[in-house]
């Protein structure tokens, strides 16, 4: 007798193997077919951002206080260490930037915050504001001792730069608020001519913007700061709105693809902020480098006294918009025929 059982095994059947073989494909087909659909999408359901590595962006500004808070995001992009590759460009005129940004040639830019209102108009809402990155950058300055307060200037004859444009409404505005009587606007080309007037006259009276104010002052050792003119405007215009000087903003277009690169930029642009304004003096010569200011030790000086912020989202809007809204009452070309709504306003992250 065998001490072993032998077990014996009989074939399949042909027609049955076959039905069990298709029927573990069938198994098998419904366990991976999600994966293979998603690895065949290409990810279209997925961000744009996602897993795509560095985004190439291209950024414009101009020459002025809006691009020194960008000096410390610029060097280190320059050294490769940002998240996204930027490409600075700095302009001498807005005109530069409309053109650059109506075309598609520029993704994100720092423009005056009327010419952001503007472009919003022309584009017919093709861009957002991300951020504000300058207040007021707009000072009295005199060497008269009797000029104490923005008030003091009633009947008085003051000398600024900008008719037809923000400077002169802005100043009419807080003339009329304030009530001042007998003040006469007296303007001048350029803010060079400004300043010569002051170095010339102890006795003249002048609306400076940043950094010439400061340069001014420099030079001529009698001239005072009397006022920001941004702290005036706290005192009459609408509440929570702000004197803005320079606005942020991104091309639609881009920011629906790249959401997460537009977050990444407002928090790089609001660490350089932070960063330049604790330490001028080691980004001073930079600022010059970048044809920004022609002095180091005016630019250090300077720095502190521009406004530079970076404020988004609903602080943002309350801000730019009563400021806009100022400037539509006195002319609405000034912002491109209308206050933009609220989609002009973009809410990061």
């Known amino acids: 007798m065998d001490r072993f059982r032998r077990t014996e095994t009989h074939p399949v ?3 049955a193997r076959t039905r069990a073989f298709l029927l573990l494909l069938c198994v098998l087909c419904a366990l991976f077919a999600p994966l ?3 690895a065949c999408s290409g990810g ?3 961000p744009a951002t996602e897993g795509e590595g560095p985004v190439d962006v291209k950024v414009m500004s101009m020459t002025g206080p809006t691009s020194i808070g960008l000096m410390d995001v610029m060097e280190r992009a320059e050294k490769g260490e940002t998240a996204d590759a930027y490409t600075f460009d700095i302009v001498g005129t807005a005109d530069e930037v409309t053109t650059k940004v109506v075309s598609g ?10 010419v952001a209102s503007i472009l919003w108009n022309k584009t017919e809402g093709a ?6 990155n300058t207040l007021s950058v707009l000072n009295l300055v005199t060497a008269d001792p009797e000029i104490t307060s923005f ?19 802005v100043t009419r505005y807080l003339i009329d608020e304030k ?24 006795s003249a009276i002048a609306i400076l913007p940043q950094p010439f104010a400061t340069a001014a002052m420099a030079k001529s050792p009698d001239l005072k700061l009397v006022a920001n003119l941004g702290d005036v405007w706290k005192e009459v215009a609408p509440a929570g709105s702000e004197l803005v000087t320079g606005v942020t903003i991104v091309r639609n277009e881009f920011a629906e693809a790249h959401p997460e690169a537009v977050t990444r930029f407002v928090e790089e642009q609001t660490a350089s902020v932070q960063a330049v304004l604790a330490d001028p003096a080691a980004f001073a010569q930079m600022v010059v480098d970048k044809g920004i200011i022609q002095n180091a030790q005016v630019a250090e000086k300077a720095i502190g006294q521009c406004s530079l912020v970076c404020i988004s989202g609903s602080d943002m809007k309350s801000a730019l918009e009563g400021y806009l809204e100022v400037l539509d009452g006195f002319d609405p070309a000034s912002v491109g025929g209308s206050v933009p709504d609220a989609s002009f306003y973009y809410s990061v992250g």
Do not use: C, H, M, W
Request: net charge negative.
């Open 13 to 15: 059947p042909r027609p």
């Open 36 to 38: 293979a659909l998603s």
């Open 44 to 46: 279209q359901s997925q």
């Open 105 to 114: 040639d520029v993704d994100i830019a720092l423009v005056p915050a009327n």
């Open 127 to 132: 861009v957002s504001a991300i951020d504000i």
């Open 151 to 169: 008030d003091s200037i009633a009947g008085k004859t003051v000398y600024l730069t900008g008719k037809g444009t923000t400077p002169e409404y």
């Open 179 to 202: 009530k001042l009587e007998g003040v006469n606007l007296e303007f001048k080309s350029e803010a060079t001519e400004v300043a010569a007037t002051l170095a010339g006259d102890p």
